[in-house]
T-cell receptor, first 115, second 113 residues
């Protein structure tokens, strides 16, 4: 079974600083997809970034980047120049290329950006 | 291009009543997924559908819950004889294909009194 672990229930960061959120996962598949979703107080689930396991290059989206370590099964999210609007729950998610037809989510990290 | 639409956004039901949750996928998306989020938890998969077909319902409770995605119209998640434990946020997501990114709707918050 696929499992996704986020070991940091809560984190905080000063505005304009950089923060890294951790995520590890367990799978026997070789090809898969990894995601970070953001859930602000509005409760909407918003895609932050996507990574394909076959790509060695780490994905980036503006201030958001990932550190994907396939051998270690680690997928951390780095947020640079943190903004107040980044305050939200962040969920790491996994989907295998074969097998189960759904996303597996971690329990989330609540990030607070302090002005 | 409108995103994933869900309605109602909030739904209150008394124990024993039925709840119907609707989801219209993004234009061009034929794959729909339903997830449930209990308070302070991550999302848990319930069911995966394509037009007129249930592909995977391994996360759906065996009783009282059903889902459909007809040829015309939105996908429907139906909960019969609701109980207090059904209170949760129910999210719908859609994608162009199984491997494509899933985009989420705003969710329906179900409260059972």
């Amino acid at each position: 079974a696929q499992t996704v672990t986020q070991s940091q229930p809560e984190m905080s960061v000063q505005e304009a600083e950089t923060v890294t959120l951790s995520c590890t996962y367990d799978t026997s598949e070789n090809n898969y997809y990894l995601f970070w979703y953001k859930q602000p107080p509005s409760r909407q689930m918003i895609l932050v970034i996507r990574q394909e396991a076959y790509k060695q290059q780490n994905a980036t989206e503006n201030r958001f980047s990932v550190n994907f370590q396939k051998a270690a099964k680690s997928f951390s999210l780095k947020i640079s120049d943190s903004q107040l609007g980044d305050t939200a729950m962040y969920f790491c998610a996994f989907m295998g290329q074969t097998g189960a037809n759904n996303l597996f989510f971690g329990t989330g990290t609540r990030l607070t950006v302090i002005p | 291009n409108a995103g994933v639409m869900q309605n109602p956004r909030h739904l209150v039901r008394r124990r024993g009543q039925e709840a119907r949750l609707r989801c219209s996928p993004m234009k061009g998306h034929s794959h729909v997924y339903w997830y449930r989020q209990l308070p302070e938890e991550g999302l848990k998969f319930m069911v995966y559908l394509q037009k007129e077909n249930i592909i995977d319902e391994s996360g759906m409770p065996k009783e009282r819950f059903s889902a459909e995605f007809p040829k015309e119209g939105p996908s429907i998640l139906r909960i019969q004889q609701v109980v207090r434990g059904d209170s949760a946020a129910y999210f719908c997501a859609s994608s162009q294909s199984r491997e494509d990114t899933q985009y989420f709707g705003p969710g329906t918050r179900l409260t059972v009194l």
